[in-house]
């Protein structure tokens, strides 16, 4: 994309008025006669057309509640040709007081020819719908959630489709279809003239200059946006005295914040576990109990985002030389498996990181070492007691709070596709490169603290695939392993397993109810196994005993490795974001503690506790909860509307945790806001953190969130 100016844009708008549309033209939704190729279905017109505040004329009409009423706009009898357009414009006026959904659909001439838009329309003034006639995300842009809409252009409201799914060969266009979701009351809208239009200029003017020189969105506001480094100095220095008059530690704890009100547990010099009177504790290496209460991602450089080849969207970037040049740097974060990072542009070259050149704004060279005694205070005095995953090691170092490590097993060896696949296949712990592979990671992770008490223990990976997708996503695993190459070792094993469990692969055939002639049929490559059916239950009592066997392989290797390593630090599971009970079932059996990610209203709606067969205690290892108030586009996985209800939906969640008996601890995810157009690893952009990308606290929730604390830890 290039910048262009906005006055331009202006008069593409206001020109489509008056301009032919020799690729065909559509009709005027407001004239007082409608052509023979526009279509009511279950839509009432107004009588009369009205002139609204910015002079358009249009007209009510009104989608009756009916499970599609739409309007249908249908081409000559050839179609349109719109290879030379770019845009479809509507003008569009929300007649209710809420908003409303209008879906925007163009069909092609030839089959599977189409494109699917849902815009929510807000109430008040007119606006123009612009929607882009080919396939668009906000993940071609290089970022998760896309700028918030509608957005003022000169004066005029354009709402943009951000999000245009299908495929469409606009040499051949043959109907526009507008239409609501199954109403169940009456919704009016108020529309005219209906264009297309050459090139994308409304594209390109929704990600031009929306990021300053701070990092700051810069068309919103909030309380906590800085326009100045004056500003952000003075912003900081009053967070610092409303820092010095928090107390977010409970009085009576030892030093490594283990409740001494409370009947003491044996000492043993390390974390551990242990089951009193019904309920699970993590115990201090002074004998105390301990609810984990923790922050992820507790880094100074996660404000890294590419700009090279997306320059238009910065305003004022500071330049790559002097000064600056520490805080411009290039990676390659690009993975073909990894459907995280699917149909992501801007994946690799040149990033600036955005919050480490705010740091250095604040306090200079030692930037560094003023980070980190501030966000130690903070995380102390806003009630936290453990560093979670993924954080900086000079605050690990500090020995001030307990944290957390992660055994990250990389290398080459096998995997399988679950079909989920987030973060990339599934490693094959059958392999023997993998156990050689768990090994270094082991001994990576354990180096220099496996004798360190303020350490709470290792994480193995994170958020593996152990699920696919779907209703049948549980046996993802299983169906992945045996669709496999013939030189999968999992699938080798699998297959042994079968041949041990029926002898004759024509037992196994009638078991199934498959056609399977001999076992080299199973072994070759491009095997396409059965679903499971109530038929043939033999199908899922096979595939459960694998992914249990599948499971236990994983965890038993990895934990082997670990307590070859470090015998006296707690194992902390492998933080399931997808599970199945076989998958959890081992991680109780080899680890001490079964972790989960899990982004819900509470904790007990992420996870079975019953899939526990062995008695375990469980960590949640990460949760949030993200609005759009605050800058950044997305608004978590687990959304709510406003930064008030941020702080009430983390006391909600910590307050359930910590009534669970079965609960040692929360981490939440993660301590600043992520960039306004995508982090490096998979362009996640959300408004998650307790501080923005100016390291300014979020005073209001930072305050809910100390509240809570506090208590959770009484």
Not at 637 to 644: D, F, K, L, M
Request: proline share 5%; hydrophobic share 40%.
């Amino acid at each position: 994309m290039k910048t262009f100016a906005t006055w331009g844009l202006f008069l593409v708008l206001t020109a489509c008025q008056a301009a032919p549309e020799t690729a065909g033209r559509l009709p005027d939704l407001s004239a007082d006669k409608l052509d023979g190729n526009v279509t009511l279905q279950q839509v009432q017109r107004g009588d009369a057309a009205e002139t609204n505040a910015q002079g358009g004329r249009q007209r009510r009409y009104t989608f009756a509640p009916s499970p599609q009423p739409q309007i249908i706009v249908t081409a000559p009898s050839r179609g349109w040709d719109w290879s030379t357009r770019g845009e479809l414009r509507v003008a569009v006026q929300n007649a209710m007081a809420w908003d409303v959904t209008l879906v925007v659909d163009i069909d092609g001439v030839n089959a599977g020819q189409h494109l699917h838009a849902v815009l929510a329309l807000p109430a008040g003034p007119a606006q123009t719908v612009v929607v882009p006639l080919k396939a668009w995300t906000p993940r071609a842009e290089g970022m998760q959630a896309g700028p918030p809409m509608p957005m003022e252009i000169d004066g005029r409201r354009v709402l943009l489709a951000t999000t245009v799914e299908g495929q469409l060969d606009t040499h051949a266009v043959r109907a526009v279809r507008l239409s609501m979701p199954a109403p169940q009351a009456a919704q009016t809208l108020l529309l005219g003239e209906m264009s297309v239009r050459p090139g994308d200029a409304v594209a390109q003017a929704a990600y031009t200059g929306i990021v300053d020189r701070w990092g700051q969105y810069t068309r919103g506001q909030w309380p906590e946006k800085i326009d100045s480094d004056q500003a952000l100095r003075v912003a900081q220095a009053k967070a610092k005295r409303a820092l010095d008059v928090a107390n977010g530690q409970a009085a009576q704890v030892d030093i490594y914040g283990g409740r001494t009100d409370m009947a003491s547990f044996k000492a043993t010099g390390w974390f551990r576990s242990e089951k009193r009177d019904g309920r699970w504790w993590l115990v201090t290496p002074e004998g105390h109990a301990f609810f984990s209460l923790g922050m992820n991602a507790v880094v100074n450089d996660g404000g890294r985002s590419y700009v090279q080849g997306r320059e238009f969207m910065f305003r004022d970037l500071p330049p790559a030389s002097g000064d600056w040049a520490a805080f411009h740097g290039s990676s390659d974060t690009r993975q073909a498996d990894a459907t995280s990072r699917k149909g992501l542009g801007f994946d690799h070259g040149g990033w600036f990181d955005f919050y480490a050149a705010n740091l250095y704004r604040l306090d200079g060279a030692s930037w560094r070492s003023a980070w980190q005694a501030r966000t130690l205070d903070r995380l102390k005095r806003w009630g936290f007691n453990t560093i979670g995953n993924w954080s900086d090691d000079a605050l690990t170092k500090a020995h001030r709070m307990a944290y957390t490590r992660s055994i990250n097993i990389d290398g080459v060896f096998g995997n399988v596709s679950s079909g989920y696949d987030y973060w990339g296949r599934m490693p094959d712990p059958y392999d023997p490169r993998f156990a050689a592979a768990a090994e270094k990671a082991a001994a990576r992770a354990t180096q220099d603290v496996a004798n360190d008490p303020w350490l709470l223990g290792y994480f193995a990976d994170n958020e593996l695939a152990w699920a696919g997708q779907g209703g049948e996503g549980r046996w993802g695993l299983a169906i992945g392993t045996l669709k496999g190459e013939a030189r999968s070792p999992a699938k080798q094993a699998f297959i042994a397993k079968l041949k041990a469990q029926y002898g004759d692969a024509i037992k196994l055939a009638n078991a199934w109810g498959i056609q399977l002639t001999s076992w080299d049929v199973m072994a070759a490559d491009g095997f396409e196994p059965p679903l499971p059916s109530e038929r043939y239950p033999a199908i899922a009592a096979d595939y459960s005993a694998w992914l249990r066997d599948y499971a236990q392989t994983y965890f038993r290797v990895v934990s082997e490795a670990l307590h070859r390593h470090d015998s006296h630090h707690l194992f902390l599971g492998g933080r399931f974001a997808v599970h199945t009970p076989e998958a959890v079932d081992a991680c109780a059996r080899y680890c001490d503690v079964v972790s989960f990610n899990t982004y819900t209203d509470v904790p007990q709606h992420g996870f079975d506790e019953n899939l526990l067969t062995t008695d375990k205690p469980i960590l949640i290892t990460e949760f949030h909860f993200g609005s759009k108030d605050r800058g950044p586009f997305g608004n978590g996985v687990a959304s709510v509307y406003t930064e008030q209800q941020r702080g009430e939906a983390y006391a909600r969640f910590v307050a359930a945790a910590a009534s669970d008996p079965h609960i040692v601890g929360a981490h939440w995810f993660q301590y600043a806001d992520e960039p306004v157009t995508g982090r490096l690893l998979d362009g996640e952009n959300m408004h998650i953190g307790l501080v923005g990308i100016t390291d300014i606290p979020f005073a209001g929730f930072v305050e809910a969130v100390r509240e809570a604390n506090a208590k959770a830890s009484r």
